[in-house]
């Protein structure tokens, strides 16, 4: 029988979002399962399973039909199939290695390809999205954290260990920098995730006395969608928390150009729509940071995957590698 | 006949190394050509070609005995085979694009390969040297400037326009930073190349009174050769400029490692010959700033390409890439 289908599994701190999708991209049937509630790895698996063997069924296929999985997984490795250190993750935890792809192939009879969930979004958007056609470009996923793959020559770089790709983590203050969960100082996840966003309002309504809408919000709660609600409606702080950010951001990205001379950055993830709050500033100080041969050259262009299918298709789409 | 020989040619500002190597990397002859005695690019294709006959001719071969040739040189581009705008090459200069690899071609009746000089280090050193059968790696060359040479999954990393691999040009220094070559301000090759080294010697002179083997050189004309004699000496304040320039490139290391997750990264050039002057605090200031993940994990070698050869086998490295 062909196998003309995969199943993506986007696993993240919450829940695992899971869909069967078509060689076009078509999300056929999808569900939710939630993955926060038990420690237990073989009741996490086998919950999950289940649900795969139900979509499977609510598309009207069967199991011989289905190529693969692909999984797209906080501090997953590519090579090992392992989610490995994932302290988001309350079946894995900060000291277990877990050879998942390999548990799930043998509980539900499938092939498994795994990998972090940004190579997976990588991944999606070369098959489904802004880069179809293209061997070079890096996505930038801005979200609560900020990730990144990068794809070269066509392929998907994991690096000597498979951990390649962690350009959140470089460092972009390198004196007095902020304190970053991978406990560095400085990296570029500190200032432009969500949550580096939400860390620069604070600071900024802290150290000086501008007015701003944000001052009706409590400090503590003050989140990067209010930011850019403010900014939208003309607020001179939350337009300069978002020009701080996108010239950081920009600055990252003229050194990453530096690195791989990608014809396109893609960004992704959910401080993307904010639009041209974010990447006005981020053009133009990219533009201002790279090196002359690379001026105005690359493209910046935010994810095209529908977003509330983005994150199974960039890990279904890891699954078509199995017909190789 | 069976083609088991190779040219390697390495263009320099001031002259062109080049011999004809075996498969094993050895160097059966050699000879130099003048670079820097003619504007006119026919003048110094027909020099250049003329002494590559004579090697063949020296290595008791003939032409329909060589696989083809490889060319290192600046500013070089593997996709279309030009030298661009390489100011530093008087047959150049900064508007010309030459089709160099073809020129070659048309006058020798070989086939060539043209990559930037430090690429062809890197296939030199995966083919004869410190990375052989490895296939995640780095070389960066400290020399006039800073190189690089990304090698991910056993393939150099080119990039969407040939360019990709320009380290030597990620920003440091954000505020204040020393002017560069390029155009930019702060990059990592205004401190960490032999000429950076200098620059950091005359700033310390200058701004501090300490004592110093170094003042006894006119400012203008202290090397970077004479900082490493200095510290081999003792002196302090020339052991200071090291870890000074140390820690810069092993804080630019572990961004580096962020992108790629490399095995080994090889240092090359003129700088290496000061030792563990330079690569400990390298070794130091890399793991400090690396993320977790990798701390003491990513090794730092010297090139293991005897020095006298290294120019012309990393060139010829890459014609191995015609047997393809």
């Not at 990296?187 to 007015?211: D, H, I, Q, W």
């Not at 090196?291 to 699954?319: C, H, R, T, Y």
Request: proline letters at 2%; aromatic letters at 6%; one cysteine or more.
């Amino acid at each position: 029988m062909e196998k003309s289908y995969v199943v993506g599994i986007d696993i993240g701190g919450q829940s695992a979002k899971l869909g069967v999708v078509d060689a076009r991209g078509n999300v056929l049937s999808q569900t939710v399962v939630k993955s926060n509630d038990t420690t237990d790895i073989n009741v996490f698996i086998e919950h999950l399973c289940t649900a795969v063997e139900q979509i499977i069924k609510d598309a009207k296929l069967t199991k011989d039909q289905i190529l693969g999985i692909g999984v797209g997984a906080p501090n997953a490795n590519y090579y090992k199939g392992t989610i490995e250190h994932a302290v988001n993750l309350t079946f894995c935890g900060k000291d277990l290695v877990l050879p998942f792809a390999d548990m799930v192939t043998k509980r539900i009879g499938l092939p498994v390809r795994l990998t972090n969930d940004v190579n997976a979004a990588a991944i999606g958007e070369m098959t489904y999205g802004a880069t179809r056609g293209m061997k070079d470009f890096i996505v930038i996923a801005l979200g609560t954290g900020v990730g990144s793959g990068i794809v070269v020559g066509g392929q998907l770089l994991y690096g000597h260990d498979g951990f390649a790709g962690e350009l959140g983590h470089v460092t972009m203050v390198r004196e007095n920098g902020r304190q970053c969960g991978c406990g560095k100082k400085g990296c570029l996840e500190t200032y432009t995730s969500a949550t580096g966003v939400a860390r620069t309002a604070r600071e900024m309504l802290e150290k000086t006395n501008k007015p701003s809408l944000l001052r009706n919000i409590p400090a503590a709660s003050i989140s990067s969608k209010d930011v850019a609600e403010a900014a939208q409606k003309g607020d001179a702080l939350a337009k300069e928390i978002f020009e701080f950010t996108g010239n950081m951001l920009g600055a990252a990205l003229a050194d990453f150009i530096a690195f791989s001379a990608p014809e396109v950055i893609v960004l992704f993830g959910g401080l993307t729509k904010s639009g041209n709050l974010i990447l006005d500033p981020v053009l133009k100080s990219m533009n201002e940071n790279v090196m002359p041969i690379w001026k105005n050259k690359v493209k910046v262009v935010f994810s095209q995957l529908k977003e509330s299918d983005a994150a199974i298709l960039g890990a279904s789409a890891l699954a078509w590698e199995l017909r190789d």
